[in-house]
């Protein structure tokens, strides 16, 4: 999997930090080789926070003018008051707490540098989550996703294959564009998953995601050609490259079921993207839901879930127990049956 920015990306942050003023700008840069190498985050988090920052930035100067030039004079009241503007703008809560938390890691990569002395955005509390229950797939719908791939076309292998090993395994979209050929190992029906911080772990495969892989890799082998930057990666374009995100988004929406709008909100599909259509659960990141919910008829243990599920985040397994909230009706039915 890609790891770090691309030099272009760099650059052109780069030039738009120095309209912030030499000091946010050098500090800006400095932050951003912290979290790439001691915090080891992947490309799209990084961005993420990085973006939050500079956006952060923007407001401060915008309402404190140079009083705001030095990231280090940012007081507790400036950032309440930039809390305060997120709550009128109507932010949700989580899309503050995400906010907030790459504020609190930016000051505290300040204090720890000692360019600040004190911390301003440590007292400050995040936003009370709620706590809803993911919207899911039933296995039958699943199943029909699957079959609804064309294996007439050129990618209806890879496509086929993709989604069997997303279900089998609870993939997020960038472990699956991420994953490398060295980390299969068929004959033991494990894959090697580098997720969330570059954490490694071993996930079980299925035997209909096997065969798929196989299926796949042969028919790879024979009608692909990798370009230079795909070599030894599972799945390619067919210009022989690594795959987008949004290749993947692209195939669920087309491939999952419709369902009309429950509570009035749109699922979610990934952290980064909603489906206008309204599918419930049937987004990249509704998969790894689907598996939570899908395990209960022959797993009644958490942990199981965690390790297969989590990339090594003890905050995981919070949605891992909201999703097993979906099996409580079905062991108080057979409380009585052994697992």
Sequence with gaps: ??????AGFMQRQDRRWVELGPLWSLQLKGYRAWLGLEKSLAPLTLEAYLRDIYQLAVWLQG???SEAG??????????????????????QAVSQARMLSAVKSFFGYLEQEGTALHQPAALLE???LSRKLPTVLSINEVQEMIQRVDLSLPSGQRDRCMLELMYACGLRVSEVVGLQRADLMLDLGLVRV???????????????????????????D??????????????????????????VFLLVKTSGPLRPHQGGR????????????????SGPKGCSRNVRTSLHPHHRDLHPPKQGLSAGSG??????????SFEVPLIRANSSCKA
């Design 70 to 91: 030095d990231p280090s004079g940012v007081t507790k009241a400036m950032l309440r008051e930039w809390l305060a503007g997120l709550t009128e703008l109507g932010l």
């Design 222 to 247: 024979a009608e692909q050609r990798p370009a230079p930057d795909g070599e030894g990666t599972v799945f390619l374009s067919r210009n022989g490259r690594p795959l987008t995100r949004m290749v």
């Design 1 to 6: 999997m890609k790891r770090g920015l691309s």
């Design 266 to 281: 749109t699922p979610c599909l990934s952290s980064c993207l909603c489906d206008p259509y309204g599918r419930s659960g």
């Design 63 to 65: 309402v404190y003018g």
């Design 315 to 324: 905050s995981e397994i919070s949605s891992t127990q909201r999703s097993r």
């Design 126 to 128: 995040l936003p009370r």
């Design 194 to 220: 580098r997720g969330k911080g570059n954490r490694e772990r071993l996930v079980p495969l299925g035997s209909e995601a096997t065969q798929s892989l196989r299926l796949y890799l042969r028919w790879a």
